[in-house]
């Protein structure tokens, strides 16, 4: 039995291959999360399945016949209960922005596999059941099965003699039993809302490589950024000294002069090259052999550089995965570019003054030096423009061209400019002669009015308003994006508007991507549970037992939330994706239990002992099905590599809600049932579901 069971894993897995390439998704570290994903979950509805054959065969039933029985008795149960699942995950295929297209993989792959493994666990576990062998094993096997059954003896034991007459205990006073339970949810919302456990958009996964980028001025000799290269390389040199050497603690260090190179995700690679442009990156060992972590050795360095005179910006980056940008940015957009900088400016001094903050860029850098030529009226009374002052200028020192040579399959472009002894100073730009549209000539200092500056590095537009960016990093351990953003934009913004007249703001970066994805799962999330409503609706014949077994679902989030807890994770996006797609799995429970309890009361149970039945005849289905739900999502909870660690918090929301959730589903939707049944009773004047008086 279990062997067929487990058989269905690979019977889904490649089965959901099919349609991978139908689907363009490739095996990567995302689609292969969502294989791991359903390893628990796909033996669910196997195992209700199998159960129910295996309790016929016990009660003496033939193959065939227990085959046939078992899977009627379930069938609708587990079809829904594999449809909820699916409806569950869909919300992630319409997540907007770069995370939809990397998690996207996650539910294209899950749905498949769950509904290849629906049609496994009715037609194909059935027929297989139906044709073993039902004698006595022998040798090995045999002791084996002695070893199985006595074990399976005391999981029974254990049902009738202990979880059973606990159940009725609760359910006798279950008003009691709900009030605690909500205050536990109370409690566990009141946890997150009074900021006791943090939340971030992305998980923050510490690399094994940290990356120094130097950015000078504009228009800085290559030697001088060489220089402070070097530095900072010796002092990069000094702390791995300290920490117990190079040697010991590093793989190698590589330094680069001429770009600078990001973090990773998305948005990583290298930048546009220029000689003011400057990285090192040490590429520590793996963490576990190191007893100082990324994030120390990253803070020790940054403090022994400390500030570098004539260095525009030090950015230290070690974070990896699709949210490793600045977690903190905030955009300004201003008609006027000059108050636009100061307004930027401002604001980078604000945000420097919180503690946590670090690596602070205001979003402008000043270009290379740069001459405008502003035409004069005089000139223009001669009948000069701006083009013909532009075309004489371009001409003296770039060149004119004057004629096209063909030379075999090459074009030749003939210029001509002037000598290079008068094209070398500004001066030869001021002493040129400018000709008038007459023929006469104009010194270029009367035809147009000289003002020096400086040239922009870059123009950035969003909806067609120029804006700056002003963004930088913080230490999740001090604070959190969210109350640095709140800080923002409820005091600081609306006071920098006021003083700067014109100026207006919004997020950009991460709190944008956060608050878009956010606002798409609840919209997906509220749209699941009314099509997850309407499918139990149809399946149950009922309005209210449906919201018996959806109530099931926020404690599935209590469960998370002592998962992130216990293992030391702040709440982010992708733990978000995994309580949204914890609606799914945790309604299965429930909904068999309920499925059963309704059986027993057709068959002319009273409503107690209906709903006593009916828990302790699912009760080893719903700890099996958590359990190796649990144990299957196990692996990638513990997994310690950099590359997969930032996808670790779905597998925690989603192992932990669901063993959680297996109390939910034998004490509190039990005690619901009879709540509900309490109220019609009173709505009709009759009393409410009582234990029956004990046999004298």
Known sequence: LAFWVTSGIAISVLGAMLFMPVMDVSINMISLFGFILTLGIVVDDAIVAGEAIYQHRQEGMGTLEASVRGIREVAGPITFSVLTTVVAFMPLLFVPGIMGKFFKNIPMIVIPILLVSLLEALFILPAHLAHSKNTEPTGLFGYVHRAQQRFSRSVEYFIYNIYKPMAQAIFQYRYLTLAVAFAVLISAIGIVGGGRIKFTFMPKVEGDVITANIQMPFGTPVGDTEKVAKTVLAQAQKVLEKQGGELKLARGIYADLGSNRSGGGPSGGASTPGGHLAYIQVFLVPADDREVTTSQFANAWRSAVGEVPGVESLQFQFNIGPGSGQPLQ????????????????????IMGTYAGVFD??????????????????EARALGLTESDLARQVRGAFYGAEVARQQRGRDELRIFVRRPLSERTSEADIENMLIRTPSGGEIPLAQAAEVVRGKSYTAISRVDGKRVLTVSSDLDETVTSTAEITSSLMTSVLPDLQRDIPGLTFGTAGQEQDRAESLGSLKVGFMFALFVMFALMAMAFRSYTQPIIIMTAIPFGFVGALFGHLLLGFDLSMISMMGIVALSGVVVNDSLVLVDAVNEFRKGGMTTWDAVVAGTTRRFRPIVLTSLTTFFGLAPMIAETSPQARFLVPMAVSLGFGVLFTTLIALIIVPCLYLVLEDVGRLIKGKAIVTAPEPAE
């Open 330 to 349: 905030v955009e300004l957009s201003h008609r006027d570019a000059q108050t636009l900088e100061l307004a930027a400016s401002r604001l980078g001094e």
């Open 360 to 377: 602070i860029d205001d979003g402008f850098t000043l270009g290379k030096d740069q001459i405008d030529l502003k035409l004069r009226p």
